[in-house]
């Protein structure tokens, strides 16, 4: 059973840093690729940050050089690490593992102005 934990959410001031980590089981990690998502009220729910096919990242436009995805294969966890937040950052942040279609609870994140 695939199963993802999401945790490190919480509320900061505009301009800190926090760091969400993914612990995922069920799946073969290393070759899985991970990306994170994000869900504000009343909006969609997008793509932040992504390990695709051979550990290429991607990005998305409004989080370049203020995220860094990163992964621990051999812990199974894959890590968000998210600088100079704005209160725009404000969301639900939701762990991906895209090969198996699978999504955790999701961590909220509030950016105070």
């Known amino acids: 059973q695939v199963r993802l934990v999401e945790s490190g959410g919480g509320l900061v001031q505009a301009g800190g840093s926090l760091r969400l980590s993914c612990t995922a089981s069920?799946?073969?990690?290393?070759?899985?690729?991970m990306g994170w998502y994000r869900q504000a009220p009343g909006k969609q729910r997008e793509l932040v940050a992504r390990f695709g096919s051979r550990g290429r990242t991607n990005y998305a436009d409004f989080v370049k050089g203020r995220f860094t995805i990163s992964r621990d294969n051999a812990q199974n966890i894959v890590y968000l690490q998210m600088n100079s937040l704005k209160p725009e950052d404000t969301a639900v942040y939701y762990c991906?593992?895209?090969?198996?279609?699978?999504w955790g609870q999701g961590t909220q994140v509030t950016v105070s102005s």
């Open positions: 991906n593992a895209e090969t198996v279609s699978a």
């Open positions: 069920g799946i073969r990690f290393s070759i899985t690729a």
